[in-house]
């Protein structure tokens, strides 16, 4: 098992350039996206399409009524005011995906950084959904499969890195490296296993010291994403991403 990461969106560029078909992509945006998606089907979502934009969020939803609009820009949810119309079902925020809200829906999803990761690693042979909230299901997952080449694809903030990111594809990266067949980690992974080391015994603090944090906890009603966010292991589901784009729980 070859382990690599990608740090920026600037990367996303070299994706298009990689054949990946023999390639697994775990794509990680802890604050908020990938966190929010799993707990979304943690509570009965049918699946999830995630979209680069708005525009694209609002032909699916003029095609098939019944779907749900979720997304955000500069982290607040998506307003009339942006699409010309109407806010809206959802912002980006987990505890918004409630199971009496989003149980048996199709939700239609834009954000700032993560749909695209996920739509720029198209063509890979798996793509598969991660955060905090789901990562021993993940590591068990990855385990089971043992499969050969693993890209882990920080989504990140704007165009820079977002450490919360980088700690959560270090996590995986410990937890892979207790097989008795220890991965190669590339100099990428070794960069994330070595950063999620040092502030493992505090993570929430060291996450709660993130950029995008920072910005979330300075908003009142998007405080507590910040915790959600960084708890562990409270989803036992794996996340996959199809190749028409759509996210469904594996099974």
């Known amino acids: 098992m070859n382990i690599e990461v990608l740090f920026t969106p600037a990367e996303y560029a070299v994706l298009a350039r990689r054949d990946l078909r023999a390639m697994v992509c775990i794509v990680f945006d802890v604050l908020r996206a990938t966190?929010?998606?799993?707990?979304?089907?943690?509570?009965?979502?049918?699946?999830?399409?995630?979209?680069?934009?708005?525009?694209?969020?609002?032909?699916?939803?003029?095609?098939?009524?019944?779907?749900?609009?979720?997304?955000?820009?500069?982290?607040?949810?998506?307003?009339?005011?942006?699409?010309?119309g109407n806010d809206f079902d959802?912002?980006?925020?987990?505890?918004?995906?409630?199971?009496?809200k989003v149980r048996g829906k199709t939700i239609v999803s834009t954000t700032t950084n993560g749909t695209r990761a996920l739509r720029a690693c198209m063509g890979a042979k798996i793509i598969l959904v991660a955060s905090f909230l789901n990562l021993n299901a993940m590591t068990q997952f990855l385990r089971q499969k043992n499969f050969e080449n693993i890209l882990l694809v920080c989504a990140g903030t704007q165009e820079n890195a977002a450490l919360e990111d980088i700690l959560a594809a270090g996590a995986l990266c410990e937890l892979l490296a207790h097989e008795d067949a220890r991965p190669t980690f590339l100099d990428s992974a070794q960069i994330a296993l070595h950063a999620f080391a040092q502030v493992k015994s505090n993570l929430t603090t060291a996450i709660c010291n993130s950029e995008n944090a920072q910005r979330l906890l300075a908003i009142p009603d998007l405080r507590d994403d910040v915790a959600f966010c960084a708890q562990r292991d409270i989803y036992p589901l794996v996340a996959k991403m199809d190749a028409e784009g759509i996210i469904r729980i594996s099974v």
């Not at 399409?49 to 998506?78: H, Q, T, W």
């Open 35 to 84: 966190s929010a998606f799993v707990m979304a089907l943690h509570n009965g979502a049918k699946e999830i399409i995630p979209v680069s934009e708005i525009s694209e969020a609002l032909e699916i939803r003029k095609n098939r009524s019944d779907v749900l609009l979720a997304g955000e820009r500069n982290g607040f949810k998506i307003s009339a005011a942006q699409t010309g």
């Open 90 to 100: 959802f912002g980006n925020s987990p505890r918004e995906f409630t199971p009496e």
